[in-house]
């Protein structure tokens, strides 16, 4: 027997010509997704004399992109598994070329905004990206994918500080280095339009429109409060901030009374009925909850001058962009080895190691924040940490899921990561506001060690929930 019919006698995957070229493309197309989320942090400050608007008002930005990656995923997912996920990621990424446009042409804020929802689509990639490589490869492969996809993702926002770092610096223009997203994105587009293979699986279906919208309407006004709560006219006890959370609230939870309740749901809300999915859930929701939580926190504390202000480590930009890379570089080693680890010890284990080295590198923060290079030993760990977990629970999140509900499960993963992140800025956000002195701009260095403290805590309590993931052989056995 060949091996195209014990392919097609065993399951829905089909023989690719190359896996390197398979690897290769998504590491492309996810290296225009790190790009994209990680050109406009060195830009910000300009843009508030170019785009002649506040520091309050770019909070908009990261929002705008943050709500719009919340509405694009699970329609995009579930478009991907019904119409095929190379065609809709050629869809996807001319959404997200066009948003970069406009944000290259945005000479105005409103103009920037719209760029930003649009680039928010980038949230379909990875779901999309995974579908391919489940129906495409082994599952061996396909989890050394996953790996591949974050450290290629880790990569390009790495390289998207740096290029628009260096645009910005050398090119005599305020706006040149809008315009880094559309070159990554028009190259990712264009290499890999032929090289991606197309799933050959189609279960056939619709597109549940209702459960999208209410899925979308509900999530987006729960993040708004939480991303907002805290900042002028949203303070946490207000009735609009309280309005958007609780509202939000209600229709999710008419959501799921409607999704129980459709012939083909937008998500299975019944899945989350498995010990292992709601435990790869809440594991996301807690790593998550640290590493964004603590994005914008860490480069303040090491730009902040001990001299000045009694706490930091007074380093300019550019030495923060370079304080900043082993925790990158451990993040994108983490996601590397995750599958190497998984095999050696356990998928329950790699997740408890994932957790406990994020608690240790939290841990480290709070004990050693007044040396540099113990600090950034400890940020290794939470970066090796969060990459064993960034793989894990993409991966586990992922094979939870029949075959043609691939990206449905990989964009459920997308949207608890927003979800997750969410929570975790908001409780930082909320820590920074109670230790910051009235007329100060930077808080208290206690706002930063409760922080860590905090995020040790959630890491902790994420190690004890991942021991009650049941391992394939336990499943067999007791589902």
Known sequence: MTETSTAAATGPRAPI??????????????????????????????????????????????????????????????????????RVLRWNLAIVLTGSVLVGLSRSFEMLLVGQVLQGALAGFFPLLVGILRHRTSESQARRGIGVMVAGLTGGITLGLIASGLVAEYVDSPTAALWVPAVAVSLALIITWRL?????????????????????VGLVSVLLGLGQGGTPGWEWSSARTLGAIAGGLLVTAVWVFVELRTDEPMIDVRMFRRRNVVVVSLVTLTFTFCMIGLIVA???????????DGYGMGLNPLETGFALLPYYLSLALGALVAPGVAAAISDRLTLVSGSLLMAAGYGAA??????????LAGTVLAGLGTGFLQHSTRTLAVESVPHDRTSVGSGINELLINVGGSLGA??????????????????????????WAVCAVVSVAGALIALMYRTKSADRTSL
């Open 17 to 86: 010509t190359s896996l390197t070229v398979v690897f290769a493309s998504v590491i492309m197309v996810e290296m225009s997704s790190g790009i994209i989320q990680g050109f406009l942090s060195p830009l910000l400050k300009g843009l508030t004399d170019t785009l002649h608007v506040t520091a309050a008002d770019l909070n908009w930005v990261s929002i705008a992109a943050l709500l719009a990656s919340v509405a694009f995923t699970p329609v995009l997912s579930r478009m991907g598994d019904l119409y095929g996920h190379r």
């Open 196 to 216: 991606l293979p197309e799933s050959d699986h189609r279960p056939g279906g619709s597109v549940d429109w209702l459960g999208g919208a209410l899925l979308c």
């Open 298 to 308: 860490n480069p303040v504390f090491l730009g902040t001058s001990a001299a000045q």
């Open 366 to 375: 709070v004990a050693w924040h007044s040396t540099l290079w113990p600090f």
């Open 426 to 451: 908001a409780a930082v956000l909320a820590v920074f506001a109670a230790r910051t002195q009235a007329g100060h701009v930077l808080p208290e260095v206690g706002a930063y060690t409760t922080s």
